[in-house]
């Protein structure tokens, strides 16, 4: 454990009331007539090229400053991931918080002079509600912000995640203040208890729960360990990636006060392997959380030491499961155990030991500083508060939202998500990744949440969300996750190994069009055989993709058996492509890009495919510049 | 002490004690495979799933017999029909795996398992159930760590590093000793005078009798053994013109008084032949 | 070898073996790749078994037990490709190289790798040398591509996401970026 580093003793915050005036001090800074330039650093936003944006926006500022005569003070700030990925880069301008979003280069020049100095607004940067073609100025009137509630996510997009400063000058410690300074660690548990806070990573076990067990556990040499589970492994899934990067503090906060209250002495912070800049961000946090004596020894003068290390994974997406992360941290193999002693007496080198995914860990701050009553009042009678969901798939904005326990998936996909792309039909939306399942439209009406959608056949999750399309085939979702996780499970016990590579050697003859329909029952038989014989949650949910796309959807699965036929004409060689001779114009680019010579006409003639002889390749769907060519 | 009510026979068992250890006190019999009495449970192979019953006979979660801790009273069930079930379906998940094994098809036959109607879904690692057990022991008992787990899920093998030969494999053979489906093996290769373990392409010499020239043990288990066992070669003559009777006095004061520590008689004056 | 690189790694995590994974990232970071002389040494200095290094070196995906070609080849597997003959081309490249699909050349020049299908069935066959498509290859004008490779890897670097690096990776292709 790094020994904590005190660089500067100025620096070190001895009591409550020094961090009261710390915080006093910093706001006092903030001049009525700032203007203020918050550029997304965010992944996605950086991966369009929002650093180079920033960088302009700096040179910008320089500039103005010192031709001003520091009248107006412009700052640029980077920030971290606001959400909306789908229209990044994303920058926006205080005051006003005028939001401008698919920035490039060129574009900064005029935001800084119309904006930034001149208090105008750029229109053709603005949102535009693609349904109403209603402009938005800030994000409150974007529905895809205004229907969300954040408050685990609140302060993304507006503070610079690699500033302890700023997080400090929007309340950020008070809570751990409050906590170490009001409340007995006994005391912080009741309040997580009333506050009726579950699990943010899948599980949604009670969290108060959990601690207490390990705060009461036998701790040899007083001993217990701390785990913040960054290892978000479902694929489109992000929910965590942006916290660690867009507020890290967030995540220590939580973290320190929750160590207090189990009495934990050290704590690890395990990020998967492929989130760089989230471990970036958190060894920086890190740094400047020692420098403020927010870890390490006699914290806030309350005689309680404790300090966090990080960890990055090594790509396996099993290591999410708890037994599995530790003994990662142990060196070794990510296997599971059986769980009959339970973590939180037997965990971490075998001591007792609480693992609490990222985004659980965030909502403690909140928790602790709108008191447990507040919290509780948001979401339904045993999902409280709010969830972070990344939207992605079919869907018009793709992003990540934060919204109450209860609210609608219509709601979530329709208002905040624009609906499904290209106007295409909503067909079905997979939550809960590869432990999951996919609910159709017939339940859009129902509230998300965790006994909802686990009664729905899927799952809350760690807060994915896939939103499908007519054209997207049931039987291939299926065979996705199951191909998925046959390459991720760790192979130690029989009913997952042997099960899941079973069930996947089946799905493929169905998607080949040679399946015959009892493999619907050896389906159900395996299902059944991995969620009551396998060891972690891995085995035991890796069915469910098969069985809710059965439970909803076994037409589909039918149509392949009986008819050869993929209704969606997804699976390759389970539909036919035709020409319709109505729209073929005879411009018989087809016929000459056909690999197999299968399309035969004479020009300005409608064209005929020789279905014998088709394979079914795709390139004349994709050549035909009439759309011409019908998939059936 | 928890007590244990297995299949309609009652046993107070020490706490902590595993379910499996309470059956075996109550004369029931459940299947095992990767369970070994010297070696810690992995629960790994699933073939010991029994059902824990709730209030009246309710039912409740399985758990593997082999490693599931009793720390109160319990009900198994280790004959209901969920159990029979799923022990059932991994035996016939395994069969797929493993279709060669005459140790497999026994226990199958024993647990009224027929065949299986799965195809096979890998060539990976032939006949091997991935129990671990050859793993384990290598390491925890023999203390040479010769063998691991490489890779994962249906594709995992156990091999030794860079799966080239091991240089820590002693051939003493314990894997293979343990192996429940005996897929491991030992083969003495009569030209080089080598022993073999098979599949993992270690070799040894073997240590031949003096006398004879029969094959005995691999010269490293005889290096390894002999580093470990120290005996006084003038005590040894001394006690044996002694009768049994008076050795008997003998090592009884020795004990008593705290024997002092005993001189060693380094390999190398221990006449070996090797061949 | 380099057995001081090892040591330095070992005491950065001081000598904890339960850092074991952090340190065969830190000399992956370095190699590119993790050899096999440097696993044995870190074993061996850390007293950890051989074959617990090899079993988290085989267990995690983000482990490379040998190195990547400076160029990346591959051949298309999908239905149209597979008719007009591309096990052939397959087979001649590893003939000539010595190597099986998958496989890197002992001269580290490239990685060949087969996919199904990569959705340019108009170019079948069609092999795909550092993002660049080749249509309608045969096998010798295969060989004949590959054979004028050059050895230095003279496409811009892709950034590897290496967590030492001070500056974030743009564009990391993270397997959590929304679909």
Partial sequence: MAAATATSVDKIIHSPKELEAYRNKLKAKDKKNTRIVRVCIGTGCAAKGSHRLYELFCEAAEQAGSSNGGTVVIQSKHVGCHGLCELGPIVVIDPGQILYHSVEEPDVAEIFRETVLGGRVVEHLLYEDPRTGEKAKTPGEIPFYSVQKRIVLQHNGRIDPTSIDDYIAVGGYSSLAKALSSLEPEGIIDQVEQAGLRGRGGGGFPTASKWRSCRRAEAPEGIRYLICNGDEGDPGAFMDRSLMEGNPHSVLEGMVIGAFAIGATHGYIYVRNEYPLAVEHLKMALEQARKFGFLGQDILGRGFSFDIRINRGGGAFVCGESTALMASLEGRSGEPRTKYIHTVESGLNGRPTVLNNVETWANIPAIIGMGSSEFAAIGTERSKGTKVFSLVGKITNTGLVEVPMGITLRRIIEEIGGGVQGGKAFKAVQTGGPSGGCIPAQHLDAAVDFDELTRLGSMMGSGGMIVMDEDTCMVNVAKYFLGFLKSESCGKCTPCREGIAQMLAILERISKGEGELEDLDRLETLAELLSEGSLCALGKTAANPILSTLKYFRGEYEEHIRNKHCPARECKGLFLYRIDPEACTGCGICRKNCPVKAISGERKAPHVIDQAVCTKCNTCFEKCPFGAINKV | MPVVNIEGKTVTVARESTILEAARKAHVWIPTLCYHPTLPSLGSCRICLVEILGQDGAPGPLVTACNYPVRRDITVSVSSERAVRVRNGVMQLLLARSPESGELQELAHRMGVGGTPYPKVTESQRNCILCGLCIVVCEEVIGASAIGFAGRGVERAVASPFRQASETCIACGACAAVCPVGTIQVRIHADTGEAEISPFKSRSKLLICEECGVRMVSVPVAQAMSDRVKIDWEEFRRLARLCPECRRKQAVKALSLGAGEQSVTPLEKIKIKES | ?179
């Fill in chain 3, 1 to 179: 070898m380099d057995r001081e690189l090892v040591a330095q790694i070992i005491g950065r995590y001081e000598r904890d073996p339960g850092m074991l994974i952090p340190m065969m990232q830190d000399l992956q970071a370095e190699y590119g790749y993790l050899p096999a002389e440097q696993l044995r040494e870190l074993a061996a200095e850390l007293a950890v078994p051989l074959t617990r290094v090899y079993g988290v070196a085989m267990f995690y995906s983000s482990f490379r037990l040998a190195p990547k070609g400076a160029h990346e080849v591959t051949l298309c597997m999908g239905t149209v490709c597979y008719l007009k003959g591309s096990p052939r081309i397959s087979e001649a490249i590893c003939q000539e190289y010595g190597i099986e699909p998958g496989g890197t050349t002992p001269d580290r020049l490239f990685t060949l790798q087969a996919v199904n299908c990569v959705g340019a069935c108009a170019l079948a066959p069609v092999m795909i040398v550092d993002g660049k498509y080749y249509d309608g290859v045969t096998p010798e004008s295969a060989l004949e591509i590959l054979s004028a490779l050059p050895p230095e890897d003279d496409t811009p670097e892709v950034a590897e996401a290496s967590v030492n690096a001070g500056s974030p990776a743009a564009g990391s292709g993270s397997k959590g970026e929304g679909s």
